[in-house]
C-alpha cells in the first residue's frame, strides 16, 4: 500500500494538548500530515507512513538525537534536518515521555524568551 493513512484526530488531539501549552506554538497542514510551529521553526511533525505507522519528528540536542537512534523502536534516525528525532507512535506510545521529548524540542526551536516562559 502506497497511501500515506491520515493521522487519527486522537493523536491529533493529544499532540494539540501538549502543544497548547508552548507559548505562540500553532499547528498547521505541513506537506504530510500536521506540524507544530513557533515563528519559522517546526517544533514537531506528524504523519502517517506508506507502511501505515504514524509517525512524529522532533528536535533534540545533538548528543539526544546520537543516544535515541541507538535506542531501537519505537525510535528511529530521522531521514533529514539537522538533531531530528523520529517516534513511532501507536498504542505503546508513552504519552508522558513524549510530552516530555516535544518540550525539550519546544527549548530547542522556539527563541529564548519563548522557552524561558516554560516551567522546568
Same mark, same amino acid.
Given at each position: 500500500?502506497?497511501? !500515506?493513512?491520515?493521522?487519527?484526530? $486522537?493523536?491529533?488531539?493529544?499532540?494539540?494538548?501538549?502543544?497548547? @501549552?508552548? +507559548?505562540?506554538? #500553532?499547528?498547521?497542514?505541513?506537506?504530510?500530515?500536521?506540524?507544530?510551529?513557533?515563528?519559522?521553526?517546526?517544533?514537531?511533525?506528524?504523519?502517517?507512513?506508506?507502511?501505515?505507522?504514524? !509517525?512524529?519528528?522532533?528536535?533534540? $540536542?545533538?548528543?539526544?538525537?546520537?543516544?535515541?537512534?541507538?535506542? @531501537?523502536? +519505537?525510535?528511529? #534516525?530521522?531521514?533529514?534536518?539537522?538533531?531530528?528525532?523520529?517516534?513511532?507512535?501507536?498504542?505503546?506510545?508513552?504519552?508522558?515521555?513524549?510530552?516530555?521529548?516535544?518540550?525539550?524540542?519546544?527549548?530547542?526551536?522556539?527563541?529564548?524568551?519563548?522557552?524561558?516562559?516554560?516551567?522546568?
Amino acid at each position: 500500500m502506497s497511501d !500515506r493513512p491520515d493521522v487519527p484526530e $486522537e493523536i491529533l488531539d493529544r499532540l494539540e494538548q501538549i502543544m497548547s @501549552g508552548f +507559548p505562540k506554538a #500553532r499547528r498547521e497542514d505541513a506537506w504530510v500530515g500536521q506540524r507544530w510551529r513557533v515563528g519559522t521553526s517546526t517544533i514537531a511533525h506528524v504523519f502517517g507512513g506508506e507502511d501505515q505507522q504514524f !509517525r512524529i519528528m522532533f528536535h533534540g $540536542e545533538p548528543d539526544e538525537v546520537a543516544a535515541f537512534e541507538h535506542l @531501537g523502536h +519505537p525510535y528511529f #534516525r530521522a531521514g533529514w534536518g539537522a538533531n531530528v528525532i523520529g517516534m513511532i507512535v501507536d498504542d505503546a506510545t508513552d504519552w508522558q515521555e513524549l510530552t516530555e521529548l516535544l518540550t525539550d524540542s519546544y527549548r530547542v526551536q522556539a527563541p529564548a524568551t519563548l522557552a524561558a516562559q516554560l516551567s522546568s
